[in-house]
């Protein structure tokens, strides 16, 4: 590369860490060095170019990487639960399984029960390069619990919280012969959501240390009346955030929607002009043109899930189609598989086939869109990209070092597609946050893993004993366990 280096205000000293490789930056310019370095003092990033000219300007107190290695900006998972990460392998196969698998498991954790399962969970990113997850509660009591496990692990996290103030109910085809699809409002508990609400985002934009960020959850069209829907908006502008709502993500969501407002989800929260820059939009599977063309021109965006796509059988999302509308999405783990390099493969697959096959449209969507949306975008759908999403001078010391000395990821015409089609978390070496070393050699530094993985053990055998009965077919179809 015949570019010249990027240096912090033109000066030069002595770095924390160096981290040399081939250097794919998501900055404006989309640059890739093939000989490259990035040099990190403090918690920032100092300089970003070719090696020699990095070394030169800024000696390395460590090292991290080496000529075959790549260095790239830490992958942002928009959308997670820190709760469900226990209880996954229980729903496979057995729809629907949200309500009746998923949140129910979220009540037998506890205090020590949400940590650990919070704790795997982060391990788990961290070794596969995830420097920032997302976390949608669901537990009041949880809240607070994730964001000190979050501090504690040494990831970022923007955590939303929010509660119910709606109950609703969907009649079903046959039973609108005598009955009619309803819902009923809280007003004291949608008072109390507000003022803890205004009460949790006051205390983790301090407590937070700019690594766990406060938002807001307003989970869904069918759980959070209008009057909630527009407080969580004035409070996203209050506290400069941002709010998420799970939508379009199922038939019986729009057939409520449609029953109680004449409007589908999206169209109604435009409607009550929630829709914004300060939205996000989780999973909207079932989103047609013209809402997708809502949330560009209100400046609305989207995380997208696409292992969800095929777990709960629903629908894939139009992400080609919302992307050239306009709309920023990102790529989010929701627990299922907590690894964006494999959810960006499964995303370049998925969209290959669904809008490149029928079209013969190969670059309908590039192993180049899956990386911007594990990084930039992500960053931008969190509201986050000043700080992160891109190796830039003056941004957070956010990175991962893939190990490159891999015979998948050799040779590499395109190191991006390289990435994107063949590498796997488990080929990450090494792991900057904030300018910490947070992995390293491929473990996690800032957790015991063995006993990590004793305690999840228990927690899971204390879920299993809870939750089994819950599911309608067995945990094992064809094939027997024999325990001994």
């Known amino acids: 590369m015949t570019e010249a280096a990027d240096v912090h205000h033109g000066r030069t000293g002595a770095a924390d860490f160096v981290a040399t490789g081939t250097v794919i930056t998501a900055d404006p310019e989309r640059r890739v060095f093939l000989d490259g370095a990035v040099a990190v003092a403090g918690s920032r990033i100092v300089a970003v170019g070719p090696r020699t000219e990095v070394e030169a300007a800024y000696p390395a107190s460590r090292r991290l990487g080496g000529p075959r290695d790549l260095v790239i900006p830490g992958l942002i998972d928009t959308h997670n639960h820190m709760a469900q990460a226990l209880v996954r392998g229980m729903a496979f196969e057995d729809l629907p399984n949200i309500t009746r698998i998923y949140i129910p498991a979220e009540d037998v954790l506890g205090d020590d029960g949400i940590r650990t399962s919070t704790r795997v969970t982060m391990a788990n990113l961290l070794r596969a390069g995830v420097t920032t997850t997302t976390d949608t509660t669901c537990t009041p009591d949880h809240e607070d619990a994730v964001g000190e496990t979050a501090l504690e692990m040494g990831i970022r996290c923007a955590l939303a919280v929010g509660q ?143 292992v969800v796509c095929t777990d709960i059988v629903s629908a894939v999302t139009d992400v080609v189609g919302m992307r050239a509308a306009g709309v920023t999405v990102g790529l989010g783990c929701d627990t299922v598989i907590n690894d964006i390099l494999a959810v960006a493969r499964i995303a370049y697959m998925m969209h290959g086939q669904a809008a490149g096959i029928p079209l013969y449209d190969p670059v309908g969507f590039t192993t180049e869109d899956a990386f911007d949306m594990a990084t930039i975008d992500g960053a931008r759908a969190l509201l986050w990209d000043h700080e992160i999403g891109s190796l830039e001078v003056g941004k957070a010391a956010d990175l991962a070092v893939i190990d490159g000395e891999n015979p998948r990821l050799s040779p590499r015409h395109n190191p991006v597609g390289s990435i994107v089609r063949y590498a796997a978390g488990t080929d990450v070496k090494s792991v900057l946050v904030n300018g910490s070393l947070v992995v390293d050699g491929g473990r996690v530094l800032t957790v015991d893993e063995a006993a990590l993985l004793d305690e999840a053990e228990k927690v899971a055998q204390r879920m299993r004993e809870d939750l089994t009965d819950r599911r309608y077919w067995p945990l094992n179809h064809r094939y027997r366990v024999v325990d001994g």
């Open 164 to 306: 119910r103030d709606r109950t609703s109910r969907l009649a079903s085809n046959y039973e609108q012969i005598e009955g009619r699809s309803e819902y009923r409002d809280d007003p004291a508990v949608r008072a109390d959501n507000i003022a803890h609400i205004d009460d949790f985002c006051t205390r983790w934009a301090a407590r937070g240390a700019g690594r766990v960020r406060p938002y807001i959850h307003a989970p869904s069209v069918g759980s959070v009346s209008d009057e909630m829907f527009g407080a969580a908006r004035d409070l996203a502008e209050r506290h400069d955030t941002a709010m998420m709502t799970h939508i379009n993500r199922d038939r019986e969501e729009i057939e409520l929607s449609v029953s109680l407002f004449g409007r589908r989800p999206l169209e109604h929260l435009s409607h009550l002009g929630v829709l914004g820059p300060r939205f996000l939009a989780i999973h909207a599977m079932l989103t047609t043109a013209r809402e997708a063309q809502m949330m560009a021109q209100s400046g609305a965006m989207l995380t997208h899930a696409p």
